[in-house]
C-alpha cells in the first residue's frame, strides 16, 4: 500500500514555474514508477510526465516536453515535477500516480489526491 500526497500547486502567471512534490508514504517507493498526470474542467484526465523506479528513464506528454521535467529522490519518498514556462492552458487539478512501469498507456495502481494548479494570462 502506496499513500502519495502532492503539494506545490498554486496560481502563478503565463511564463512562470512551479515545482509540484509528491510524498509517498511505505519503504517500498523505490520500487515503484510513478507519473504524474492532471485533469482540466470539463476534460478526461491526461498523462504528462512518468519516471521509472531507478529514474533512468523518463516520459513525457507532447504538449510539456522541453518544459517540465520529473524527477525522484528515493530517499525522500518523493517525486516532483518542475513546472517552467507555464501557460495558462496548463491549468488542471494535477495529480501523482504510483505503478509498476512507467509510461504513458500503463495501468497506475496509486493515486494522489491532487494539487490545483492555476496559470493566468
Known amino acids: 500500500q502506496v499513500q502519495l500526497v502532492e503539494s506545490g500547486g498554486g496560481l502563478v502567471q503565463a511564463g512562470g514555474s512551479l515545482r509540484l512534490s509528491c510524498a509517498a508514504s511505505g519503504r517500498t517507493f523505490r520500487t515503484y514508477a510513478m507519473g504524474w498526470f492532471r485533469q482540466a474542467p470539463g476534460k478526461e484526465r491526461e498523462f504528462v510526465a512518468a519516471?521509472?523506479?531507478?529514474?533512468?528513464?523518463?516520459y513525457y506528454a507532447d504538449s510539456v516536453k522541453g518544459r517540465f521535467t520529473i524527477s525522484r529522490d528515493n530517499g525522500k519518498n518523493t517525486v516532483y515535477l518542475q513546472m517552467n514556462s507555464l501557460k495558462p492552458e496548463d491549468t488542471a487539478v494535477y495529480y501523482c500516480?504510483?505503478?509498476?512501469?512507467?509510461?504513458?498507456?500503463?495501468?497506475?495502481?496509486?493515486w494522489g489526491q491532487g494539487t490545483q494548479v492555476t496559470v493566468s494570462s
Open positions: 519516471i521509472s523506479w531507478s529514474g533512468s528513464r523518463t
Open positions: 500516480a504510483a505503478g509498476a512501469v512507467a509510461g504513458r498507456d500503463v495501468s497506475y495502481d496509486y
